[in-house]
């Protein structure tokens, strides 16, 4: 599970637009993903993305080096978006 | 009957195992605390300290119970401060035990410590063999021999009746993370069990201060874009409690670190799926609709939380033995370190594959290239000057995964060139799978030792 938490609200509306389940999926492709899904909290100006199967059956089963994927949170903030030209 | 202008103050002792011990007794202290809870209790731990009873019945317990019980006993106790804690693992009674013996060192006789048990449901789990959650099968398909612990997500009701039986300090096993923070607000405040929306305002409290530092800059810095100060003497954080479930998050004046809007944010969305449907035993949250305030430096106030019915089953953790894990590790650094890298990779998985070590799943990665984003690639077209070749195999037998790690090192004068610190590991894992129970079958009992 990764929050992404716009610093101003009035940046919510485009990260709600560009950082689609989609874009995500592509981005951790990698990860072997189960499925994606995202929750839109508007108020707090954040989007909660689950990602199935990223701990690959748990953080008790998992091979990784960090098996919580904690570090995928920071991992993800290194996304690039293209941003439409009037922004 | 409860005033209505009553304020309970809760504090976050620990936010997990390892945690930090000088923060509590700095909250025990300063923070004029009615309630300092210690959350202990990771998801594989109590399977680990299952394993440990298993050997020895008097163990099972927290590892750091006696040291954090002995920096903060003697203060919470003269101050009327209550413990809540789930450092009792796999062995609540013992724990409080050694807590009594511990009062007794500080001449705390009569002090009264109760045990909360009925979250180890073993039994009932092999009996009914309920279905597996997120996975195919039932539980015995685990293997029953393999299965080493059954501990069911108390809620708070069980804490509510330790507290009302007049215990200075409660010890549990597996309990749900928000109920150990729940369950003194509804001794304090009266909520009743299916009063929804006070127990989804309470489980919003026990949600931000579960994991301690998080709320205060911990796991939030990031030099030069989100600065916080004095991570070292990080204050952990504490809660000002109303009756109608609103409450304002603070921490102890002149303490380390930042408690703002930004913090508070980070956490309350922490390990959340559905903000709107945070289950509980005690409620189905929903956070969804929570109303921020900044009420001036490190206070931030929180309400309109809200709740919804409780599910009818609880959550299980089934812990199994489940193969081994074995790993091997070694460092390349300068020109072409990635390239010599993956060259270091390749031999050991060739070597396996010759050596005939059969791995039900393998990893291969660089450290400092994409061992966290597996797959990524080099960094905008620059390599790394420095990485470490990882491979980790899930095997079947303990030889197997020795293997691994043993191909790792035979790089030493085998491999590419410049290949240092190489470091091996085989390890027994114990996993966990979750299940549900009905509520019917979890009896929660509560049992009071006097020091």
Known sequence: ?87 | MSDRYKIVRIGAGAGFSGDRIEPAVELMAKAHLDYLVFECLAERTIALAHQSRRQNSEAGYDPLLLARMRAVLPGCMHRGVRIVSNMGAANPLAAAHRIADVAREFGLQGLRIAAVTGDDVLSAVLREDPELLGRPGRVTGLGPERIVSANAYLGAPPIVEALEMGAQVVITGRVADPSLFLAPLVHEFGWREDDWTMLGRGALVGHLLECAGQLTGGYFADPGVKDVPDLARLGFPFAEVAADGSATFTKVEGSGGRLDLRTVKEQLLYELGDPSAYLTPDVCADFSRTVLCDLGPNRVRASAAGGSARPANLKVSVGYLDGYVGEGQISYAGLQAADRGRLALEIVRERLRLTGIEAQELRCELIGVDSVRLGAGAARGREASEVRARIAARTVTLEAAQRVGAEVETLYTNGPAGGGGAARSATAIVAIASTLIPRSMVTPQVEMVIA
């Open chain 1, 1 to 87: 599970m990764i929050a992404v938490i716009a610093y101003r609200l009035d940046d919510y509306p485009l990260l709600r637009r560009e950082l689609t389940i989609e874009v995500v999926s592509a981005f951790f492709s990698g990860l072997k993903l189960t499925g994606v899904e995202r929750f839109e909290t508007p108020g707090l100006g954040a989007l909660n993305f689950v990602l199935h199967g990223a701990l690959g059956g748990g953080v008790t089963r998992s091979l990784a080096l960090d098996a919580h994927g904690k570090t995928l949170s920071s991992s993800l903030l290194g996304i690039e978006l293209s941003l439409p030209d009037t922004h």
